[in-house]
């Protein structure tokens, strides 16, 4: 199994480009989460899915989208980049099993916004 | 609102010595605690995970303790390795409303050869 992998791995974008921070998982996980890691912050989650079909809000998700079409992947899309989404950022999956799941998180992509 | 707090922030020990990292959390409502270990650019790797019914976990030089009463869980490692030099992270995963886990900032740990 590959586990969670995340492309790119650094991007550098300048104020107001969008794009999107892809993520996959070849372990049949129904949860998968981004999250945000910032100095001094720690990781802090911008959006999560239970499923295919289904997204919900996180603590910090203004400026991003995701969608979740299919088990596998779940991507993360900034509309319109600001210089404060310059962070690095992580995926996780996880099964539902909420006593016993492990998290499995991807190598991050470091992002900079000019 | 789960707030985590890791103590200290940085730890340098010599190699061979036995070690302990503090996490506290406020909301005892958890399911579970998991302590994660981040090298410098990586991502982040489980280490433990502590159910909420149990006290401790232990992996090889690994042990976890966790007391969901007072919001508290320790990260004891012995015979430290300079391998073990990382960022130690815990997050408890609450059990209230928006399920999610909780981070701590981490304890830098380097152990001195």
């Not at chain 1, 996980?29 to 981004?34: G, K, N, Q, R």
């Not at chain 2, 190699?15 to 990586?42: H, M």
Request: with cysteine; net charge neutral; aromatic share 8%.
């Amino acid at each position: 199994n590959a586990g969670v992998t995340q492309t790119p791995k650094f991007q550098v974008l300048k104020t107001g480009q969008s794009m999107t921070l892809q993520c996959a998982q070849d372990m049949n996980h129904e949860y998968m989460s981004w999250y945000r890691q910032d100095p001094g912050m720690g990781l802090r989650l911008i959006h999560y899915s239970v499923g295919a079909g289904i997204t919900d809000q996180g603590e910090v998700p203004n400026g991003y989208n995701v969608s979740r079409s299919t088990t596998e992947d779940f991507p993360l899309r900034l509309l319109s980049a600001a210089p404060s989404q310059t962070s690095v950022y992580f995926c996780a999956s996880s099964y539902r099993d909420r006593e016993t799941d492990t998290q499995y998180f991807g190598p991050g992509t470091r992002l900079t916004v000019l | 609102k789960q707030e985590v707090t890791q103590i200290p922030a940085a730890l340098s020990v010599p190699e061979g010595e036995n070690l302990v990292l503090n996490c506290s959390f406020t909301d005892s409502a958890i399911y579970n605690l998991q302590w994660f270990r981040q090298d410098p650019g990586k991502g982040l790797t489980s280490l433990l995970l502590i159910q909420s019914s149990q006290r401790e976990q232990t992996s090889g030089r690994l042990n976890a303790s966790l007391d969901k009463s007072s919001g508290r869980s320790t990260l004891y490692i012995a015979a430290s390795q300079p391998g073990d030099s990382a960022t130690y992270l815990c997050a408890p995963l609450s059990n209230f409303g928006n399920e999610k886990l909780t981070f701590g900032t981490g304890t830098r740990l380097t152990i001195i050869p």
